[in-house]
């Protein structure tokens, strides 16, 4: 599955930004099933795990960004989102979008950068 993100820049801390990711290719049959994923790495560090949904729409997110970041999905639009909120320098990281289909195959989009100033 090809993806596509977009979304990122720069931001003052506090601020906010919602990153999208499209599959611009994939049809809603091909695209539903699938489990979406946000994923970041920052500077000198491994990549991590943000957020991710489900086929059925059930998330899940990492500690660091509980009750700032939310994750949801447009099937229509073969997008996920990624709304971020209360930004913060720790959130300095390029952002990345993944698929997963239920055969347990990944795809990545390219990565997008999210710079937070203090």
């Known amino acids: 599955v090809q993806l596509q993100a977009s979304g990122g820049g720069l931001v003052q801390a506090g601020g906010s930004l919602r990153l999208a990711c499209v599959a611009p290719?994939?049809?809603?049959?091909?695209?539903?099933?699938?489990?979406m994923a946000w994923h970041r790495r920052a500077p000198g560090q491994e990549r991590e795990l943000v957020a991710k949904i489900t086929n059925d729409r059930r998330t899940m997110y990492a500690d660091s960004v509980k009750g700032r970041f939310t994750i949801s999905r447009d099937n229509g639009k073969k997008t996920v989102y990624l709304s971020m909120n209360n930004l913060g320098p720790e959130d300095t990281a390029v952002y990345y979008c993944?698929?997963?289909?239920?055969?347990?195959?990944?795809?990545w989009g390219q990565g997008t950068q999210v710079t937070v100033s203090s």
């Open positions: 290719r994939a049809i809603l049959s091909t695209f539903s099933p699938l489990e």
């Open positions: 993944s698929a997963r289909s239920m055969s347990g195959a990944d795809s």
